[in-house]
C-alpha cells in the first residue's frame, strides 16, 4: 500500500531513494473518476523503474483545471484510492495548475504521461531534463477517460 506525502517529505525521501540507486518514475494527473486507462498508465509507469510517485492536483486545481463542477472526489478520497493501487508508491497533493512544483521535489528519472501529451509542448518538459530526467508516454486506453464518463453519466441518467 502506497503512502501520501507531503512536498518537504517528497523531497527528502527522493534524495534518500536517489541516493539508495532507485530509479524514480513520476507521472501526475486529476485521477478523478478512476477507470481502467489510468490503471494500465499507472501500472505501465511503475514498470519502468523502482518507485512510483503520482502527483495529484488538489481539489482546487482540479477545479481550475476542469471547471467548476469538478472534482466529483475529494482530493483525499482520490489520495487514498490511488494509495491503495499496488504499483504506487507515493503520492504527493499539489495545489498548482502545472506539475512543475511536484516534479521539483520527486526528483524523478523518468515523467510519465499519457500519448495525449507531446514532449515539445510539456510545461514540465524543462524541469526534467534539468534534472537529467526523461520523459515517456504511455498509449491511451481507446475510449476511457473522466471526461467520457462523466458525459455518459449526464446524457444516460446512470
Known amino acids: 500500500m502506497g503512502q501520501v506525502v507531503n512536498r518537504d517529505e517528497l523531497a527528502k525521501l527522493a534524495d534518500k531513494l536517489r541516493a539508495e540507486g532507485k530509479k524514480i518514475v513520476a507521472t501526475n494527473g486529476c485521477f ?17 523503474g523502482d518507485v512510483l510517485i503520482v502527483g495529484l492536483n488538489s481539489d482546487q486545481s482540479t477545479k481550475r483545471l476542469k471547471g467548476p463542477e469538478r472534482p466529483i472526489n475529494s482530493e483525499n478520497d482520490r ?68 471526461t467520457s464518463i462523466v458525459e455518459k453519466m449526464r446524457t444516460e441518467r446512470i
Not at 478523478?32 to 519502468?48: C, F, M, T
Not at 499519457?114 to 510545461?123: E, F, H, I, R
Open 32 to 48: 478523478d473518476l478512476l477507470h481502467v486507462g489510468h490503471v494500465r498508465i499507472l501500472q505501465a509507469s511503475k514498470k519502468l
Open 79 to 146: 489520495a487514498e484510492i490511488l494509495t491503495s493501487l499496488s504499483c504506487i508508491d507515493y503520492v504527493s497533493i499539489f495545489e498548482e495548475d502545472t506539475a512543475v512544483e511536484f516534479l521539483k521535489a520527486a526528483k524523478p528519472h523518468i515523467y510519465v504521461k499519457g500519448s495525449d501529451y507531446q514532449q515539445g509542448t510539456l510545461p514540465e518538459a524543462p524541469i526534467v531534463e534539468s534534472l537529467g530526467g526523461r520523459i515517456e508516454l504511455v498509449q491511451l486506453v481507446p475510449g476511457k477517460s473522466t
